[in-house]
Structures are given as C-alpha cells and as structure tokens.
C-alpha cells in the first residue's frame, strides 16, 4: 500500500508525540524528522475521543507517550514477531491520519527511504546508536528475486527451517549460499534439478 511519506512529526515539551497539533502551529514545541526508530514501547491502555480511539504506548527507559490507531494495531498483531506481554521490540514510525498524530509499525519502503542498506550494521550509514547492540544487521531485509547473502532470521530459531530474513523458508540458490540447488527449495530452478534426478 502506498502513503505519502510524513516529513516531520509534532513532540511535546515531555518528549511524547502529539496527538494534534493546537490551532497555531507555532505552538508546538518540537517538530521532528520523521524518520524510523527502534524503542521496546509497552502498552499502557486505550484511549477514545469523539472521532476516534488509539492505543496508547510508551517506551521502556523514557517514558515518552505515543499514540496508535486501530488499524495500526491490527497490522502490527498481524505483522510482528516480536510480541510479548504487551511489549514490542521493533521499528516505529510517526504517521498521520486526518488531524491526528500517531505511530505504525515501521515497513520496508520506510527503511529504504531512510537510506538502510541492509546487511551488516556497521556498513549501513542509516544505522545508528539507537539501535541495540545485540542487533547485528540492518533493518532493511534482504530482498528474495535479488542475489544477497543469506542472513538466517534469527527469530525463527527453533523451528524445523530457519527461514531466511527475506521471507523464503529454504536455503536457496539464490542468496548464494550453495551452488547446488537444494532438497525443498520452493524455486523452479531447484524443482527442476530434482525431478530429472
């Protein structure tokens, strides 16, 4: 799905995203590049107001406020990995919806418009100190019709097939991992080879 990408996002004198902005934009403390950021957020509880009803999250060391729509929230259940106790460990990015401010789950296109380049960390220049240490690579997945090197999603420790971060399941010819084509690789090219076996 494609948005208009939000330049700056409006943040109060606490540090916390503003809802909606007052009638004089001058009065908004702090307007910010809106740009990804990684933040353990917790849920705190929701919130309604005439025309709409949120989600309301703050992170785990600073205690800034941030607000997510509902639609937002269901993407994020349905789309993140990460999830425990009301907790999520994961990019964000500010959005607006009408007159008000909120947070999303960040996606790849917001990653790329960053200028991530995937693969190690300390070779993306849009990688920064706010990222965990514990974290390696970039954000920005690898794509799957494109050669890479394959990068095991490490969040899928465990199961049966560790799949690559760029979604397929299998070691596959593609990310250069092996020159022959592999037993169970979804590719044609590795169904081929297997079937004239």
Request: aromatic share 8%; with cysteine.
């Amino acid at each position: 799905m494609s948005r208009t990408r939000l330049a700056k996002a409006p943040y109060n004198t606490y540090g916390d995203l503003m809802v909606n902005i007052p009638s004089r934009p001058g009065d908004v403390p702090e307007w910010r590049e809106n740009k990804p950021f990684r933040a353990m957020l917790i849920l705190d509880d929701t919130e309604r107001e005439l025309s709409s009803a949120r989600f309301v999250w703050h992170n785990s060391h600073g205690g800034h406020a941030y607000r997510m729509f509902m639609t937002d929230m269901a993407n994020l259940v349905k789309s993140a990995n990460n999830l425990y106790k009301g907790s999520a460990d994961t990019w964000w990015i500010a959005e607006r919806r009408g007159k008000n401010y909120g947070i999303r789950l960040a996606d790849q296109d917001d990653l790329k418009a960053a200028r991530h380049t995937g693969g190690a960390r300390e070779t993306c220049r849009a990688c920064d100190d706010t990222n965990p240490k514990y974290e390696t690579l970039c954000p920005l997945r690898p794509e799957s019709d494109k050669a890479h090197s394959y990068e095991e999603d490490l969040q899928a420790w465990g199961t049966p097939i560790r799949p690559c971060r760029c979604g397929l399941s299998h070691k596959h010819h593609i990310h250069g991992c092996s020159d022959k084509p592999l037993l169970g690789c979804p590719c044609d090219t590795c169904r081929e080879h297997f079937r004239d076996r």
